[in-house]
């Protein structure tokens, strides 16, 4: 089982990014994913959440309507667009599948909101 995100990087407050996570290894279509993040110092915290056909998306209260969380069940992989970052969204993102017991997490990757 693999969870392989990307698109992380240094982004200046108000800009974008579009996140990435590639998956390998399971039946990916019949997961629900999520993204979470974890601030240094922090807890890591869900960000938003999609269902395993894409019907149902939820999202934490300080990202919505900035963040849209996407799957494309044909290429494994699901996409987290996030538009006028803030530097609180400064944090290691990572990838998560879920289905009912069974969990898998990606490595991460950095987003660094700053001017």
């Known amino acids: 089982v693999q969870l392989v995100e990307s698109g992380g990087g240094l982004v200046q407050p108000g800009g974008s990014l579009r996140l990435s996570c590639a998956a390998s290894?399971?039946?990916?279509?019949?997961?629900?994913m999520s993204w979470h993040r974890q601030a240094p110092g922090k807890e890591r915290e869900l960000v938003a959440y999609?269902?395993?056909?894409?019907?149902?998306?939820n999202y934490a209260d300080s990202v919505k309507g900035r963040f849209t969380i996407s799957r494309d069940n044909a290429k494994n992989t699901i996409y987290l667009q996030m538009n006028s970052l803030k530097p609180e969204d400064t944090a290691v993102y990572f990838c998560?599948?879920?289905?009912?017991?069974?969990?898998?997490w990606g490595q991460g990757t950095q987003v660094t909101v700053s001017s």
């Open positions: 999609i269902s395993s056909e894409g019907g149902i998306t």
């Open positions: 998560n599948a879920r289905k009912y017991g069974v969990a898998y």
């Open positions: 290894g399971f039946t990916f279509s019949s997961f629900g």
